[in-house]
């Protein structure tokens, strides 16, 4: 299980290094899009700081899942990035659905996994009381 948990902590950090390296260091053309995705996207960069945000916590989350410190902290903080990444498929982009599907399948691995790291967040009352 922990051999498990290492390759898919891996997997995960190398795929979101390399789409935040890549958005932030503009190293690929961004590819033209229409329709819907083209109005979401457009909403999104609109805001001006979004993107950008968005892409160093991805960065730091990858830093973080490939050396393996602060992996619980980093998941807690990439997993509303990976349910928008899903429903953005799943609404807007439907042939790209699975790879996100199998990130989200991976993070909640990593949930499951770390769920002891959880535990005090999910307790009615502060441990301090």
Request: include cysteine; hydrophobic fraction near 55%.
């Amino acid at each position: 299980m922990k051999t498990a948990y290492t390759i898919t902590r891996i997997l995960i950090g190398m795929m979101f290094l390399f789409a935040s390296v890549g958005y932030l260091l503009n190293l690929f053309p961004t590819p033209e899009v229409e329709g819907q995705v083209k109005i979401f996207n457009d909403g999104m960069k609109a805001s001006v700081y979004l993107f950008p945000t968005v892409k160093v916590v991805e960065l730091l989350s990858a830093i973080s899942f490939l050396s393996g410190f602060y992996v619980p902290l980093f998941t807690v903080a990439l997993f509303p990035i990976v349910v928008n990444i899903v429903l953005f498929h799943a609404f807007l982009d439907l042939k790209g659905l699975v790879v996100p599907l199998l990130i989200l399948a991976g993070t909640l691995f990593m949930v499951y996994f770390n769920f002891d790291s959880y535990k005090c967040l999910l307790s009615k009352k502060p441990n301090n009381s």
